[in-house]
């Protein structure tokens, strides 16, 4: 099997498979060169064993060097390819052969989906349906054998579920409520992949997860910004008051549980991934500081808490997410292994230790600029300091 050379978008070539076991589980993974995606990708291949075809589109939050781990491997493999590309998919499909479908490829950022939602709705929607009616049509040629073991494993998010109050957290059975058009698109791809099992009998599942930080994290995210704002001694942006609360989940605890939810999770079922680590924005962004504080004591920037500036709120910005994971606990025994302090930990010590993971997204591609469109309400003016670029969570 070829290492990560690019497989080209027109002709697809023979893959050897010598040396590999027989029970090692063949995946197509979508969207394999984003943040959750290349978590995956390293975890399929350098723990399980697994034969992982990473089929990504390459747009803007996409990073390579992600994948550097694993680069050469001679159980993983790229495709540059568009999932709404029907022939290109087919193609993969046919020479692939998987056992499997980690479909993540998505656009993901809130504030993007606000400026341009078209593009949202192209991968999310019409690109799931594309996958959807190729893996069915492969589905249904399998071997008896084979066909039962197949899963199409849907990875979608919690903010499907829309904004909680103060109490409570989001059960599999909460009623969809997307605010956003980020989360509509989503909740529209989830709602077609049930679907497609429902009326089709394709061996589905679906994981809601909260959000997730770690290394690679494109910058446009609350915690990576904070981070490389900070470094930089920049202004750090914080939407509204920063009494937002979102449940924070590393992305190596939700790459496991995506594997654990692939190979043991029930077909038809949806399971919810948390961290069970709640903070607001505001709480994530001074413990940042508080981190680099430590990490760099000969800092010029040294209390990074003075670069904390409140800007506009996003618009129809959720207030709180927390997702109840009773569930994959119960069913699949699964536990996040990072409490938000150690995984933070790591994260901020890995964007310190690994400038070549990150320099050249922020030099080349995105430094901070604002996303997203200008809320009807200014900031609190007794709080606010500039109106500089607003983070996504």
């Known amino acids: 099997m070829q290492g990560a050379q690019p497989w080209g978008q027109a002709a697809v070539p023979q893959i050897d498979v010598l040396g590999e076991s027989e029970s090692a589980m ?3 993974v979508s969207g394999g060169a984003g943040f959750i995606g290349s978590a995956v990708c390293r975890l399929l291949v350098g723990e399980f064993d697994a034969t992982v075809l990473n089929v990504d589109k390459l747009t803007y939050a ?5 994948l550097r781990a694993i680069e050469g491997h001679p159980r993983y493999a790229f ?3 568009d999932i709404c590309d029907r022939e290109a998919i087919s193609d993969t499909f046919r020479e692939f052969d998987p056992d499997a479908v980690l479909h993540l490829a998505a656009e993901s950022h809130v504030d993007r989906s606000i400026d341009g939602p078209a593009a949202f709705i192209a991968t999310n929607i019409e690109g799931t349906y594309v996958l959807l009616e190729i893996a069915l049509a492969y589905w249904q040629r ?4 084979r066909a039962k073991r197949f899963r199409f494993h849907h990875v979608s998010t919690d903010e499907v579920f829309g904004s909680l109050g103060t109490v409570g957290k989001f059960t599999e059975t909460t009623a969809y409520r997307p605010n956003s058009p980020y989360s509509a698109t989503k909740a529209a791809s989830d709602h077609l992949v049930r679907a497609w099992r429902e009326t089709f009998g394709l061996p589905t599942v679906v994981s809601n997860a909260s959000n997730n930080y770690g290394p690679y994290h494109f910058p446009e ?4 910004l904070a981070i490389l704002k900070a470094l930089h001694g920049e202004a750090i942006p914080v939407y509204g008051e920063g009494d937002n609360i979102r449940d924070w989940l590393y992305v190596e605890d939700h790459a496991r549980a995506l594997f654990t939810i692939l190979s043991e999770g029930r077909v038809g079922e949806c399971y919810n991934i948390g961290g069970n680590a709640e903070r607001t924005n505001l709480d994530v962004v001074t413990s940042i500081c508080r981190l680099l504080d430590e990490m760099l004591p000969g800092s010029a920037h040294r209390p990074h808490e003075q670069l904390i500036t409140f800007v506009a709120d996003r618009p129809g910005h ?4 927390a997702m109840d994971t009773t569930k994959i606990g119960r069913e699949l025994r699964w536990t996040p292994s990072e409490t938000f302090d150690s995984g933070l930990r790591k994260t901020v010590a890995w964007y310190l230790e690994n400038r070549w993971g990150w320099e050249g997204i922020w030099a080349r591609r995105y430094h901070g600029e604002r996303l997203g469109a200008a809320a009807s309400q200014p900031p609190n003016p007794t709080r606010a300091k500039s109106g500089l670029p607003r983070a996504d969570q």
């Open 26 to 28: 063949r995946v197509l």
């Open 62 to 66: 996409a990073n390579l060097t992600s």
């Open 79 to 81: 495709c540059r390819a």
């Open 142 to 145: 399998l071997p008896a054998k």
């Open 221 to 224: 995210k609350l915690i990576p």
């Open 318 to 321: 959720d207030r709180r997410y």
